[in-house]
């Protein structure tokens, strides 16, 4: 929902909490960074995965799905939010600008639902691995495309309404794009019927469930007990292969936890504000500020993540460069 988050950043209250210019400057410096470290790390681990069949593996695919559904962040995101903070309106008019007004909020959004889903697909996957090594994968390589697909059908229906609440506005001051949700839907079904159970199923549980997943792991694994493994520097080597990718598993996920928490905060206080005018202060609009960013960032640790705790990522990297 980092997109919807943004839809509502632009106008003239917001344009007030941000009008010191070493603000506007840090903040486009700072999404442009984001939007280069984005395109080229994500890029990098899609390309690695493919180019080495070694590493064509459901936890490696799962890690490449998330990976190219970050990239739909800095490429319908930051250029938005770089003009929104310099200019404070939408630029595009006409056909055009009312279908990227549309799809603007609608790849992101799909984009943070496919990647929760892909992080319970790695802590199921990492589960089977570790808890029931000599039985068959809970997710083969087969199913994985099945899977896959499933997380962007999944993500693409839910964000349906996105395709038809965004609307351009025209005022005489400025043109902006805007969540128009009861001139489509009425005042019958208001957009907190939507947005609340939209954040407990979709994200509160699937983390709760991630969270469960890997503290079966962390017993299983602190018990040591493998079976099947005759030799104990077999049994050494094993425990330590899982544990490395258990670590890279638990940072990503922890990292997605850290940087998307702000953003569902901030849309409980909007569906249930503490007072009238708490969202439209400067303080609350600070806090929408930041949890984007920390959104948007997570597009760019990921690929570092992987690089940091997987040897086989910086192997096959600098293979692929010739080192």
Same mark, same amino acid.
């Given at each position: 929902m980092s997109a919807n988050l943004t839809a509502t950043m632009n106008g003239t209250q917001t344009s007030n909490c941000f009008n010191h210019e070493a603000k506007i400057i840090g903040m486009s410096i700072f999404h442009c960074l984001i939007f280069v470290v984005s395109?080229? &790390?994500?890029?990098?681990?899609?390309?690695?995965?493919f180019k080495t069949k070694s590493m064509q593996r459901p936890i490696n695919f799962f890690?490449?799905?998330?990976?190219?559904?970050?990239?739909?962040?800095?490429?319908?995101? #930051?250029?938005? =939010?770089?003009?929104?903070?310099?200019?404070?309106?939408?630029?595009?008019?006409?056909?055009?600008?009312?279908?990227?007004?549309?799809?603007r909020?609608?790849?992101?959004?799909?984009? &943070?639902?496919?990647?929760?889903?892909?992080l319970v697909l790695i802590a199921v996957d990492r589960f089977g691995a570790v808890v029931f090594p000599l039985r068959s994968p809970l997710i083969s390589s087969k199913q994985c495309r099945f899977f896959i697909l499933a997380t962007w059908i999944i993500g693409?229906?839910?964000?349906?309404?996105?395709?038809?609440?965004?609307?351009?506005?025209?005022?005489?001051?400025?043109? #902006?794009?805007?969540r128009k949700w009861k001139g489509t839907f009425g005042e019958s079904f208001p957009f907190r019927n939507y947005g609340?159970?939209?954040l407990v199923v979709f994200w509160y549980f699937p983390l709760v469930l991630i969270a469960t997943l890997y503290l079966a792991i962390f017993l299983k694994l602190k018990s040591q007990n493998?079976?099947?493994?005759?030799?104990?520097?077999?049994?050494?080597?094993?425990?330590?292969?899982?544990k490395n990718v258990l670590k890279m598993s638990i940072a990503i996920v922890s990292t997605f936890a850290v940087c998307w928490m702000?953003?569902?905060?901030?849309?409980?206080?909007?569906?249930?504000?503490?007072?009238?005018?708490?969202?439209?202060?400067?303080?609350?609009?600070?806090?929408?500020?930041?949890a984007v960013s920390l959104?948007?960032?997570?597009?760019? =640790?990921?690929?570092?993540?992987?690089?940091?705790?997987? &040897?086989?990522?910086?192997?096959?990297?600098?293979n692929l460069l010739g080192c």
């Open positions: 395109l080229i &790390g994500n890029i990098t681990i899609g390309t690695v995965v890690i490449v799905n998330m990976a190219m559904s970050d990239l739909l962040f800095p490429i319908f995101q #930051s250029p938005y =939010i770089v003009i929104n903070i310099n200019t404070g309106s939408w630029l595009i008019d006409g056909h055009l600008g009312q279908a990227l007004c549309k799809l909020p609608f790849f992101p959004n799909i984009s &943070g639902l496919v990647s929760v889903q892909s693409t229906v839910v964000h349906i309404p996105d395709l038809l609440t965004f609307k351009l506005v025209e005022s005489p001051e400025r043109l #902006s794009c805007e609340v159970p939209m493998i079976p099947g493994e005759e030799s104990a520097n077999a049994r050494a080597q094993h425990l330590r292969r899982e702000p953003v569902t905060i901030r849309w409980l206080l909007l569906f249930y504000p503490l007072d009238s005018t708490m969202t439209v202060s400067c303080g609350f609009q600070h806090f929408a500020a930041v959104a948007h960032l997570n597009c760019a =640790i990921n690929p570092v993540i992987c690089l940091i705790f997987s &040897g086989n990522y910086r192997r096959r990297l600098k």
